[in-house]
């Protein structure tokens, strides 16, 4: 199932916190290589996991994390604006309609599903929170998984070649787009939907929360 969890409520959840840190540790330190920072408790953290970022997580029955990735809203600090400017050509993304998607991890030996389940719940975001687009940063391996999911980003900039390329991306979520997601992560949006509500209650409050 999928949970929605700020920042400053992860405590309340440390065996999805913990597993979620330490598989972004296996993921991009271990099997990328990424010049990341990992503690000794073996968690990969940076500054953006301080600005209390919504976090969609893949919870799996047993408790343990499946996938994730962070949300910020473009008005504050977000990676792209801080160390991917060239990517734009200098132009500061920043609007209330407009998120940051980071650090999308799958944990090792992740179910069929569970990316696509976690774009699903990012579709939902976007729809509860009025979000218009997502913009993200990612590497050549993910052209393949984003294409296979069925919701490809229209491309800003890119810099670099083959498996080294790196790119800033748009994303919207669009009625089809939803039901091509849907289908690859064999979730109907009423179950995703339902899910978004055991964390946020209604549509109204969750607006409410948006605008906070």
């Known amino acids: 199932m999928i949970r929605y969890i700020y920042g400053h409520d992860l405590p309340l959840f440390p065996h999805l916190r913990d597993g979620m840190f330490r598989d972004r540790a296996d993921q991009f330190k271990t099997r990328l290589g990424w010049d990341v920072t990992v503690d000794e408790a073996g968690f990969e953290r940076d ?69 696509a389940a976690l774009m699903l719940a990012g579709g939902e975001v976007m729809q509860q929170f009025g979000v218009a687009h997502y913009v993200g940063v990612f590497d050549a391996r993910m052209v393949r998984i984003y294409r296979r999911i069925g919701s490809s980003p229209e491309v800003l900039g890119s810099a670099g070649a083959a498996r080294a390329r790196i790119s800033v991306g748009l994303w919207e979520f669009t009625p089809e787009a939803q039901a091509r997601v849907a289908r690859a992560a064999g979730i109907t949006p009423d179950m995703s939907h339902r899910w978004f509500e055991r964390s946020f209650g209604s549509v109204i409050s969750a607006r409410q929360v948006a605008a906070a």
């Not at 910020?72 to 990517?87: C, E, I, K, Y």
């Open 47 to 115: 500054e953006y996991d301080a600005e209390n970022p919504l976090y969609v997580i893949w919870e799996e029955a047993d408790g343990t994390h499946g996938g994730s990735m962070r949300l910020l809203p473009t008005t504050g600090r977000t990676m792209v604006n801080d160390h991917f400017a060239q990517l734009t050509g200098g132009t500061r993304i920043s609007s209330p309609v407009i998120w940051e998607c980071t650090r999308f991890c799958l944990a090792r030996g992740a179910k069929p599903g569970v990316a």
